[in-house]
């Protein structure tokens, strides 16, 4: 059996992890550039975590800047097993009023300027997206939630925009009538790799507005989000506290394969695949690259 190590990547208000015990922060080269910060790593209930700062201490990164790849290989190397990212988002249902914590099950992509994938020219491999969400840590999520007394909704999907700016009233109407839940701009590419390097991931989007859509915030602003930015990240602590005390210590294999999604997925024949690219592979892919 492996060891569980928890991963938690903390997106907007959530610069940093309370309640971590003898915390030590690492910065962990990475092939692919720079991660967004060091990160800290510690333990929780006797559980190991790692934490990693999205958009660095006093939000130093938009999320077109931030180096999405470096984040899941350091996270990778660091031996992570279970990821958790906790992201404010923009609601477009009246049943998830700002406040409340949408299990997201489902991932819409309209970013364009990312870098989508740890694989490309000289090593291709196509993993899995039809269930993005490891299954378990969702359940284990939604029970953390309610045994905290947070409001929470048990599915929903995200759509990932660009960014930096927020929506035209004609997308929101748009991402609203296709039936989306929450909106956001950084859960992709962040999931896709995640299942690329076989890390199991789960989002909770965190609700601070009804986006534009809605006649009453037909203009969102920073400074309106702020304040329930702020209650929220308070609340992700203490469901992050509850979940971390819980979990299993020995890692659980993902019902959907979310730990071996390389399995299937490389294509190139081993003698077409690209050395260079194989060396930035290490910690991705080692283990179905033999490296």
């Known amino acids: 059996m492996t060891s569980s190590i ?8 959530i610069y940093d992890l309370p309640g971590l015990q003898n915390v030590r922060e690492e910065r962990i080269k990475s092939p692919w550039g720079e991660p967004s910060a060091a990160l800290r790593i510690g333990e ?7 934490f990693l700062s999205r958009h660095d201490k006093g939000h130093r990164l938009s999320p077109s800047d931030i180096n999405y790849r470096a984040n899941i290989d350091v996270l990778k190397r660091a031996g992570v097993t279970d990821l958790i990212s906790l992201s404010a988002c923009g609601s477009f249902r009246e049943d ?16 364009h300027l990312r870098q989508t994938s740890f694989f490309g020219k000289g090593c291709v491999a196509h993993v899995s997206m039809a269930h ?3 299954p378990r840590l969702h359940i284990r999520l939604a029970e953390a939630a309610r045994e905290e007394g947070i409001a929470f ?4 999907t995200y759509v990932c925009i660009e960014g930096p700016q927020f929506s035209t009233y004609a997308e929101s109407m748009t991402y609203k009538t296709l039936g989306y839940s929450v909106i956001g701009m950084t859960n992709l590419p962040e999931a896709k790799l995640a299942r690329e390097a076989e890390i199991c991931y789960a989002t909770v989007a965190m609700v601070t507005d009804f986006d534009c859509w809605h006649p009453e ?9 702020v304040k329930v930015l702020v209650d929220n990240a308070e609340r992700a602590k203490a469901l992050v506290t509850r979940f971390a005390r819980d979990f299993p210590r020995e890692h659980e294999a993902c019902p ?17 695949r690209d050395p260079e690219l194989l060396k930035k592979l290490d910690a991705v892919a080692g283990r179905v690259l033999g490296l």
């Open 6 to 13: 928890l991963g938690i990547i903390g997106g907007s208000g």
């Open 44 to 50: 929780i209930g006797g559980l190991p975590v790692v």
């Open 217 to 225: 915030h037909d203009a969102v602003t920073v400074q309106d989000i």
């Open 96 to 111: 998830m009023p700002p406040g409340t914590f949408v299990m997201v099950d489902q991932f819409v992509d309209r970013t």
């Open 153 to 156: 909704a048990r599915a929903g």
């Open 132 to 134: 993005p969400v490891a």
């Open 256 to 272: 959907i394969g979310s730990d071996r999604a390389l399995d299937t997925a490389l294509i190139t024949a081993p003698e077409a």
